[in-house]
């Protein structure tokens, strides 16, 4: 902790570490409850983490994860991910007291990273129409619009309630 030239105010230097989440992440990813409607889908990615088809990693800030990115291997479409050359990052987030920092493209570099030690060459992405600033930062980082999609899904949340989606996206492809 460094004071600094303001009254009450200091600077406080934080390490964050970028590592596969592990079985004890999983409840925390509800980061205080604001997600706790995606318990079962957190969960489900876990087991699918530990039978290889996906990965999700963690920005680590002592113990929490502050931010997070899944990467599918395989499943959905081939055109997002095929298991071999095609792997979808999602579920991308960052705390947003975190934003701003470069954490979020360090998570995208990283997924990527681990694409590439993998064998695949393309690395796809969905970002929601109504969110510009993140479509600002995906082609930033050289991913190209391909496609739309209308963004309909469903899921369970933590009441066992079947919750629909309807956010319709854009799809970007990267080569790596």
Known sequence: MTMINEPGALSLNLKITLRPAREDDIPKLEWYGQFRHYRNLFRRAFNEQQAGRR?????????????????????????????QQRGYLYSFRVMEMFRGQ??????????????????????????????????????????VRFT?????????????????????????????
């Open 102 to 143: 470069g954490l979020g493209t360090r998570l995208i570099d990283e997924a990527q990273r681990q694409l590439l030690v993998r064998g695949f060459s393309w690395a796809t992405i969905a970002v929601a129409k109504d969110n510009p600033g993140a479509l600002r930062l995906y082609e930033r980082l050289g991913f």
């Open 55 to 83: 990965l999700i990693l963690v920005a680590d800030c002592n113990g929490f994860p502050v931010g997070q990115i899944a990467i599918q291997f395989q499943g959905g479409t081939a055109r997002i991910a095929d298991g």
């Open 148 to 176: 739309d999609d209308p963004g309909r899904w469903n899921y369970i949340d933590h009441h066992g309630r079947v919750r629909q989606v309807d956010e319709p996206c854009w799809i970007l492809e990267k080569r790596l």
